[in-house]
């Protein structure tokens, strides 16, 4: 990769920082777009998130951020504005960085996340799912998942009162869809889906009992790294059909080069340049 005083730079706000492999998924896809774009992790705590952002601001070079765990709601008080889509979540997960250093937050998770379940052969429309977690990453699923066409969508968060929230939100815009609070039992569920960080680390439990399943279901994560976190390992070992969490984000690559560079992106430079 040749970065230069032309390369447009973006980073992604994370704490913890040694699981992030989505920087070099998204360098290696820029690159072969030839796209003239770096991007770099940074570390940074919950503490410094608005000295970080207020720094981003006064940085010319920098077309935007991304942002992970856990800073996708966190963030949300510090932009300047807001996609449609991003203000229905009520979090966010991409930021555009104007010439001015206006900061304009969008959610793409939702839209990834479905493209890399069709990428991965699994179906959404009438199917019942099984959603745990409803943090910053479940409430863009969650979504994204009713107005899918879901026919049942269970909820299933640590915090009760924050899934009973997220399904109120959800069941009001998108009244087809059937949504409930649950506990985290799959059995009735034709689509697990984690979206927790469960998954990260080898000594992790595992967020929902696949054993319970029936045949022909199918487990999906967010998580990327490990690419086949011991959920997934679980569900193919009982035969189910799984989705990567990098497909999720191979699934956002469109959206992100859509929203951050609406006009048109850099063009890498060639070695003789």
Known sequence: MRITGLTDVMFILCDPVDHVRGSDLLNRRFAAAGDDVAVSPLHVSPDDLAAVVGTVRRMRNVAGFGVTIPHKVAVVGLLDDLTDRARLVGAVNFVRRDADGRLTGDNVDGGGFLAGLVA?????????????????????????????????????N?????????????????????????????????LLVNATSLGLRPDDPLPADVSRMSPGSAVAEIVIQPRMTPLLEAAVARGLRVSYGQSMLDGQFDLVRAFVWPDRLPPRASAAD
């Open 120 to 156: 991965d052969g699994v179906t959404v429309e009438d199917a019942s799912v099984l959603l745990v977690g409803a943090g910053g990453a479940g409430r863009a699923l969650a979504f994204a998942l009713a107005g899918a066409g879901a026919r049942r969508l269970a909820i299933h």
């Open 158 to 190: 640590r915090s009760r009162d924050t899934a009973e929230r997220l399904a109120e939100a959800v069941a009001a815009a998108h009244p087809a869809c059937r949504v409930v609070v649950s506990d985290a039992d799959p059995a009735q569920a034709d």
